[in-house]
């Protein structure tokens, strides 16, 4: 079965990088994910990967995949106030559906 | 267009006491989800439904029944609630993309639910 393993919290200075990082172990998975809860609020998608890649950059986001190890980060570039949240990473496991991890709070500090 | 709707947002329960959370969508989302959320722990799911008139147990179904009978709706129901369902519960959706099905989930803004 399915099995989503991630860090629980993170401090990080304004202006720094953050890094965050996931192990799953669903080999087949199509599509790797990382959502984002605000307080209060539902989980958002923020990106996601698809297996066959490497690295994804968007903008401040860079996700780095290494399959043979079934590790997934999260790098965010010039932490803002912000980016404060629980990080998700996710996994499309069998029947459609998704295996979330335990998330990782990041705090960032003004 | 409002996306996920869950209700009611916060509930209060005594041991025993049944209730439904309704969670609805106007997308027309053919995949619905229920998560339940607990510190330390994630999400976890409790059941989904891949379409109208059909659902499935996911990994923590124990202690609730759901419903799909529209499209639009996912009913989540606690027959006889337990301390150890206090959580918030998150309802989901997706389309089928068949072009490019990434998987996004659309979630709803959750509901608290303490049961004392």
């Known amino acids: 079965g399915e099995d989503v393993e991630q860090s629980l919290f993170l401090s990080v200075r304004e202006g720094d990088s953050s890094v965050i990082n996931c192990t799953y172990t669903?080999?087949?998975?199509?599509?790797l994910y990382w959502y984002k809860q605000e307080p209060g609020a539902g989980l958002q998608l923020l990106t996601y990967?698809?297996?066959?890649?490497d690295m994804k950059q968007d903008q401040r986001l860079t996700v780095l995949l290494n399959k043979k190890d079934k590790h997934l980060s999260l790098r965010i570039a010039d932490t803002q106030t912000g980016d404060s949240a629980i990080y998700f990473c996710?996994?499309?496991?069998?029947?459609?559906?998704?295996?979330f991890g335990k998330g990782n709070q990041v705090v960032v500090i003004p | 267009n409002a996306g996920v709707t869950q209700t009611p947002k916060f509930r209060v329960l005594k041991t025993g006491q049944s209730m439904t959370l309704l969670c609805a969508q106007d997308m027309n989302h053919e995949y619905m989800y229920w998560y339940r959320q607990d510190p330390g722990m994630g999400l976890r799911l409790i059941h989904y439904s891949v379409g109208e008139g059909t659902t499935a147990k996911g990994e923590v179904p124990d202690g609730y029944n759901v419903s799909r009978l529209k499209k639009q709706n996912f009913l989540l129901g606690l027959e006889s609630a337990a301390p150890s369902q206090t959580s918030v519960y998150f309802c989901?959706?997706?389309?089928?993309?068949?072009?490019?099905?990434?998987?996004?989930?659309?979630f709803g803004e959750g509901s608290r639910l303490t049961v004392l």
């Open positions: 989901a959706s997706r389309p089928i993309d068949r072009v490019a099905n990434t998987g996004e989930l659309f």
């Open positions: 669903d080999s087949s998975s199509t599509y």
């Open positions: 996710a996994e499309m496991a069998g029947n459609n559906r998704l295996a």
């Open positions: 990967i698809f297996s066959n890649m």
